[in-house]
């Protein structure tokens, strides 16, 4: 799986837009990039992935660069209970025996 | 999505002896993962268990040391064996499913162990 760079924590206001950026330069044509956060205490849980064009669902939006070297992952209007360690995790489409290499990810606190 | 629950949710446990952590899932699912998180650090992955064939370890985990389960498709258990200070983790499991061309991992709450 291509590495990840992310930063180790970021603050954001109640109500806004938290923006977190995620470099991954090395990352191949058939990788995909995956958001998960972790909630304290309790186990990771899947926001949203994408391969090339932009996605959104009901949680988060995820906005991938034209040559797929970083990403950004939006919520778009945040809540206290968005705090959460938020992971970028690149890797192969799956449906074999690879487990996800977890990186430090973001520590995202959100400010009342 | 797949809903994954695990027992114990936590415990304390002396050295020397080993503790059974048993994942249940409510749908059948061909691989389930089995991660260990350190304290105040991410997750690493342990071993992937395939129902009817032995588990795939990752570098630095051996099987005697945590040997794995998976008699059906719908439960696994993971061991940790004569334990020390240094397995005080939480032991997650996980499952993948299929959505929109590609897998999610789908985690249990976890089974928080402390060993004195």
């Known amino acids: 799986d291509a590495k990840t760079t992310q930063p180790p924590s970021m603050d954001c206001a109640e109500g806004r837009a938290a923006n977190l950026p995620c470099n991954h330069s090395t990352i191949s044509g058939n990788e995909y990039v995956y958001w998960y956060r972790q909630i304290h205490s309790q186990g990771p849980q899947y926001i949203i992935h994408g391969l090339k064009n932009n996605e959104t669902n009901e949680m988060a939006s995820l906005i991938i660069t034209e040559d797929r070297k970083s990403s950004t992952l939006i919520l778009p209007h945040a809540t206290l209970r968005d705090t959460a360690v938020y992971y970028c995790i690149v890797r192969s489409p799956g449906g074999g025996a690879d487990g996800l290499t977890f990186g430090k990810g973001t520590h995202l606190i959100i400010q009342p | 999505s797949a809903v994954i629950s695990q027992k114990p949710s936590r415990d304390i446990c002396q050295r020397g002896t080993s503790l059974t952590i048993q994942c249940q899932v409510d749908s059948q699912v061909t691989m389930m993962f089995w991660y260990r998180q350190q304290p105040g650090q991410s997750l690493t992955l342990i071993a992937t268990a395939n129902q009817g064939s032995e588990a795939t370890y990752e570098s630095g985990f051996v099987i005697d040391k945590f040997p794995i389960s998976r008699p059906n498709l719908t439960f696994s258990t993971l061991t940790v064996s004569n334990m020390s200070p240094e397995d005080s983790s939480i032991y997650l499991c996980?499952?993948?499913?299929?959505?929109?061309?590609?897998?999610?991992?789908?985690f249990g709450p976890g089974t928080r162990l402390t060993v004195t």
């Open positions: 996980s499952v993948e499913d299929q959505a929109r061309g590609a897998y999610e991992q789908y």
